[in-house]
């Protein structure tokens, strides 16, 4: 984990713990083997353009989908996008924009670069998640109650 990431966690006194497991975690299905825990528990942080280049986080369970539609309506009532209409970015793109590569996107990476984020209400009902810790041999598990502090909660999912 970087310096950055840790006294993020650390200024908003988030309890965490680092997994490190030997198989890979890149998508859902293999965080929830390599891990041991439900996809319930598992978060997928995701970036998403517009044809403007302007970026959106979310993050979601990994037994949830993002339903495109409602982030456009969520994306318009925020107000500070020109275009409204997201699409998920590519793997060249998340590792330019956010400096990771796909499946190891820590979900505080959108804050610290700065991008809005919503974050599905989901999320919020689990006792703990478990999201990327900067690659995809590591995990950072944590209550979800910081995210109420630096995102937007709302229903995001299909």
């Known amino acids: ?24 975690g890149k998508t859902t299905d293999d965080a929830e083997k390599s891990l041991g825990v439900s996809r319930e528990n598992i978060l997928k942080s995701i970036l998403m353009e517009n044809e403007r280049q302007e970026y959106l986080g979310a993050i979601i369970t990994g037994d949830k989908m993002i339903d495109t539609k ?9 107000g500070i996008f020109t275009n409204y209409k997201f699409k998920f970015a590519d793997a060249e793109t998340v590792e330019k924009v956010l400096g990771y590569k796909i499946g190891g996107v820590p979900p505080f990476a959108f804050y610290l670069k700065g991008i809005t984020t919503l974050v599905d209400a989901y999320v919020m009902w689990r ?8 690659d995809e041999y590591t995990g950072l598990k944590f209550k979800p109650s910081i995210f109420a502090r630096i995102y937007t909660v709302t229903n995001i999912s299909k």
């Open 1 to 24: 984990m970087d310096k950055e990431m840790k006294a993020l966690l650390e200024r908003y006194k988030v309890e965490y713990e680092i997994i490190r497991h030997k198989t890979s």
């Open 70 to 78: 409602k982030v456009k309506v969520i994306a318009k009532k925020i």
């Open 127 to 134: 006792d703990y998640v478990i999201g990327a810790g900067g």
